[in-house]
C-alpha cells in the first residue's frame, strides 16, 4: 500500500517497506511505506495549505462532511471490521464493536461541532460587546496505537476536523492497514489535504511530525515513556499536548459484591483484547476472607474461555499483538513466582497454538507491590488478585501508584461508592460495569497517564484555542486614556 497525501495515494520518498503481519499466524498481510521526514513534510505542507479554506467552511458543512464518512464506515463496515481482526488481532465481536464506536464518533462530533463556538460574555460597560471565541489550531499531528488504531483515531480526527483543524495520522506501525483503508473509503469527500496520512516507524516519522514548526498540536496515545519523549521534545515550541498514555488500572472487589457478577465483571475488564487495552485491570484487590472462594471461581472462568484467531467465531481471547509483548508478560508471570506468587490458571504460552502470539489468560496469587506485574504496565492477559483487610486499605492501594487513568469497583454500597469516586485518583471510575465508555463522557489520565480529554465537550475543546474579543461600538474617548494630569 502507499500513503495518503493530499487526497490522493502517494509514494515514499524512501524504498524501505514494513512488513504488517496478522498475529494469530505471524503471515505477511501487506506492506506499506517506512516513510521519511520528507513525506510527513509533504504531508504537513498540504495540511498546511488546506487549513486556511477548511477553517472557513461552516460548521454545517463540516458536519455534512463528518456524516458522510461515517455513512460511508457503515457501507464497508464488515470490510473493515474483518481487516482489523487480521492485522490487530482482536475477535471479530470485539472490532465490530470498535468499528461501529468509531463511526458513531463521527456523527457524535458532526453535531456537536456545529453546536459550539464560544459564548457572549458581560461586558464592562454600556455599548460594548465581550466575546469569548474558540478557534482551531491549523495542523493536528495524531499518533495512534495499535490496540485500537480505528477508535483512538476517529477519537482525534472526529473533534479536530469539527473544530476546524486539518491532520496528519501516523498510524502504529503494527497495524496501518485498516487505517489507510478507512481513510480511502470514507474521506474521499474531504477537500484534498484536510486529512494525510503518513506510514513508518515513530523513531523517523513519530519524531518528524512531533518537531515539524507547522504543526502546532500533538495528539498522541501511547506509552508514558513515549509521551515524555514528546514532551521534551516540543518543549521548545510551547505545543499544545494531547498526551492518553500509560495505565495500571485497579479493580476493588467490596466484601458485599456478588460472586457471580464480580467475576464475570473482573474477566471481561482484564481480558478484552487480551488485556491489551489502556485501561485493562492490571491489579485486583479483594477482601481477605473472601479471596480463597473468588480465586477459585476466576480461575475456573477463565479456564473456560476459548483461545484462537480473532477471525473464528468460537474465540474468547486472541492473540496478543506480536512476540516482544508476549516476552514482557511472561518476564512479569515468572518475576512474580519466583518473589512467591502462586499461578492458579495459564501461565504459559497454549501448545495447541503454536504459531503466533498466544498466551492463556492467566490468575495469580499471593502477590504484592513489590512484584512488578503489581507495578509496572504488563499490557496482557494477566490477573494478579492481592487480599486486602480494610475499605481504607483497598483505597490507599488503589492509588499505590504512579499512573491514574481508570479504576474499577465492584459493590452495591453506596457509601463505598461515594468514597471510591471521590478518593481514588483516576480520570474515569467505573462501578458495577467496567471499561463502558461514554461519547459524551470525557475520558483521560490524571498523574502519568497523561494530559487533557478525549471525548465530550472537553474532547472537541482540545483542539480549539480560546480568543478573547472585546468591541467597544461607540469607540468614543475615555476619560481614563492620558493624559493623567488633566483629570
Same mark, same amino acid.
Given at each position: ?227 515524555? %519523549?514528546? !514532551? &521534551?521534545?516540543? #518543549? *521548545?515550541?510551547?505545543?499544545?499536548? /494531547? +498526551?492518553?498514555? =500509560? ?91 519466583? %518473589?512467591? !506468587? &502462586?499461578?492458579? #490458571? *495459564?501461565?504459559?504460552?497454549?501448545? /495447541? +497454538?503454536?504459531? =503466533? ?98 471525548? *465530550? ?31
Amino acid at each position: 500500500m502507499k500513503m495518503w497525501i493530499d487526497g490522493r495515494w502517494a509514494d515514499s520518498t524512501a524504498a524501505q517497506v514494513i512488513e504488517v503481519t496478522d498475529p494469530a499466524t505471524a503471515e505477511v498481510l501487506d506492506t506499506v511505506p517506512a516513510g521519511t521526514p520528507d513525506d510527513v513534510a509533504r504531508a504537513v505542507a498540504a495540511a498546511r495549505a488546506a487549513f486556511a479554506a477548511w477553517r472557513q467552511v461552516t460548521a454545517v458543512e463540516r458536519a455534512q462532511m463528518l456524516h458522510g464518512a461515517a455513512a460511508k464506515m457503515r457501507e464497508h463496515f464488515d470490510e473493515l471490521a474483518r481487516l482489523l481482526t487480521l492485522e490487530e488481532g482482536k475477535p471479530l465481536p470485539e472490532n465490530e464493536e470498535e468499528v461501529d464506536w468509531s463511526l458513531n464518533t463521527l456523527d457524535y462530533y458532526a453535531e456537536l461541532g456545529r453546536h459550539i463556538r464560544g459564548r457572549v460574555i458581560p461586558s464592562p460597560d454600556a455599548g460594548q460587546l465581550s466575546l469569548v471565541l474558540k478557534e482551531p489550531y491549523g495542523v493536528v499531528g495524531c499518533i495512534v496505537p495499535w490496540n485500537y488504531p480505528l477508535l483512538l483515531l476517529l477519537w482525534k480526527i472526529a473533534p479536530a476536523l469539527a473544530a476546524g483543524n486539518t491532520v496528519v495520522v501516523k498510524p502504529a506501525s503494527l497495524a496501518p492497514l485498516t487505517t489507510l483503508r478507512m481513510v480511502e473509503v470514507a474521506f474521499d469527500h474531504f477537500p484534498p489535504g484536510v486529512v494525510n496520512v503518513v506510514t513508518g516507524r515513530g523513531g523517523v516519522v513519530g519524531d518528524a511530525l512531533v518537531t515539524h514548526p507547522d504543526v502546532p498540536v500533538i495528539a498522541f496515545t501511547g506509552s508514558t515513556a513515549v509521551g515524555q %519523549r514528546i !514532551a &521534551r521534545l516540543t #518543549a *521548545g515550541r510551547m505545543k499544545k499536548l /494531547h +498526551l492518553e498514555l =500509560g495505565g495500571k488500572d485497579p479493580f476493588v472487589i467490596a466484601d458485599d459484591a456478588p460472586l457471580e457478577a464480580a467475576v464475570e465483571a473482573l474477566a471481561y475488564a482484564a481480558l478484552i483484547n487480551a488485556g491489551q487495552v489502556c485501561t485493562s485491570t492490571e491489579r485486583v484487590y479483594v477482601p481477605r476472607a473472601m479471596l480463597p472462594q473468588f480465586a477459585e471461581a476466576l480461575a475456573e472462568r477463565v479456564g473456560r474461555l476459548r483461545l484462537g484467531p480473532g477471525i473464528e467465531p468460537t474465540t474468547d481471547v486472541g492473540p496478543m499483538i506480536g512476540a516482544a509483548e508476549r516476552a514482557k508478560v511472561e518476564e512479569h508471570v515468572a518475576e512474580a513466582v519466583a %518473589r512467591g !506468587a &502462586r499461578v492458579l #490458571a *495459564g501461565g504459559r504460552r497454549p501448545p /495447541h +497454538l503454536a504459531r =503466533g502470539a498466544y498466551y492463556e489468560p492467566t490468575v495469580l496469587v499471593d502477590v504484592d507491590h513489590t512484584m512488578a506485574i503489581m507495578r509496572d504496565e504488563t499490557f496482557g492477559p494477566t490477573i494478579p488478585i492481592m487480599a486486602y483487610d480494610t475499605f481504607d486499605e483497598a483505597i490507599a492501594l488503589a492509588n499505590d501508584t504512579e499512573y491514574g487513568l481508570g479504576a474499577c469497583l465492584y459493590t452495591h454500597d453506596a457509601r463505598k461508592v461515594r468514597r471510591f469516586y471521590e478518593e481514588v485518583r483516576a480520570g474515569t471510575i467505573w462501578i458495577n460495569d467496567p471499561l463502558t465508555d461514554n461519547y459524551a463522557g470525557p475520558f483521560g489520565g490524571m498523574k502519568m497517564s497523561g494530559l487533557g480529554r478525549e471525548l *465530550g465537550v472537553e474532547g472537541l475543546e482540545e483542539f480549539w484555542q480560546t480568543k478573547h474579543v472585546h468591541w467597544d461600538m461607540e469607540g468614543g474617548i475615555k476619560d481614563y486614556w492620558y493624559p493623567y494630569g488633566e483629570k
